[in-house]
T-cell receptor, first 110, second 116 residues
Framework: KQEVTQIPAALSVPEGENLVLNCSFT??????LQWFRQDPGKGLTSLLL?????REQTSGRLNASLDKSSGRSTLYIAASQPGDSATYLCAVSTDYKLSFGAGTTVTVRA | EAGVAQSPRYKIIEKRQSVAFWCNPI?????LYWYQQILGQGPKLLIQ????????DSQLPKDRFSAERLKGVDSTLKIQPAKLEDSAVYLCASSVHGTGVPDTQYFGPGTRLTVL
């Protein structure tokens, strides 16, 4: 059974600082890995999707890396802004199912 | 393009009552998912439909939960009777394929259920 862990559970940084969010998974036989953003009372918004054959994916200030052999992914958010405050979830696709981590709740202080 | 629609957005009931949630996926999406997200946890898949057939319901508590997807479009998730531990956000998602091809899932805003 795939287990996905996200550390830390919560993070508070001053505006402008770079964010580093970690995700680890137990079964390296994945199809892809996604990072989602969840705002309070809202659904999930997909930020980045990395195929298992890729090492990283970039979108604007966001960069996600994937090391499948070690079962790790890292989401980097450059020059954080208060609008980046949200919960970030990592999900891995195994057997066409998504397994989610519990998320990292980020607060960016103005 | 319209996103995944869910209703109601919030529901408060007492234990042992019944409740139903509705989901309308993105037009043309073959696969529909229902997830349960308990506070502080990641979403857990309850049931997955491919068109109007069930692909996976291994984590659905079938003694109290039921779901259907008539005509391969809209879906309804029902809980009868509800327990305190059913308090959670119920998320609906859809994807173009879902089986045979791992692809992006698009999520609705969710229904927050509180069982008193």
């Amino acid at each position: 059974k795939q287990e996905v862990t996200q550390i830390p559970a919560a993070l508070s940084v001053p505006e402008g600082e770079n964010l580093v969010l970690n995700c680890s998974f137990t079964d390296s036989a994945i199809y892809n890995l996604q990072w989602f953003r969840q705002d309070p009372g809202k659904g999930l918004t997909s930020l980045l999707l990395i195929q298992s054959s890729q090492r990283e994916q970039t979108s604007g200030r966001l960069n996600a890396s994937l090391d499948k052999s070690s079962g790790r992914s890292t989401l980097y958010i450059a020059a954080s802004q208060p609008g980046d405050s949200a919960t970030y979830l990592c999900a891995v696709s195994t057997d066409y199912k998504l397994s989610f981590g519990a998320g990292t709740t980020v607060t960016v202080r103005a | 393009e319209a996103g995944v629609a869910q209703s109601p957005r919030y529901k408060i009931i007492e234990k042992r009552q019944s409740v139903a949630f509705w989901c309308n996926p993105i037009s043309g999406h073959a696969t529909l998912y229902w997830y349960q997200q308990i506070l502080g946890q990641g979403p857990k898949l309850l049931i997955q439909f491919q068109n109007n057939g069930v692909v996976d319901d291994s984590q659905l508590p079938k003694d109290r939960f039921s779901a259907e997807r008539l005509k391969g479009v809209d879906s309804t998730l029902k809980i009868q009777p509800a327990k305190l531990e059913d308090s959670a956000v119920y998320l609906c998602a859809s994807s173009v394929h879902g089986t045979g091809v791992p692809d992006t899932q698009y999520f609705g805003p969710g229904t927050r259920l509180t069982v008193l």
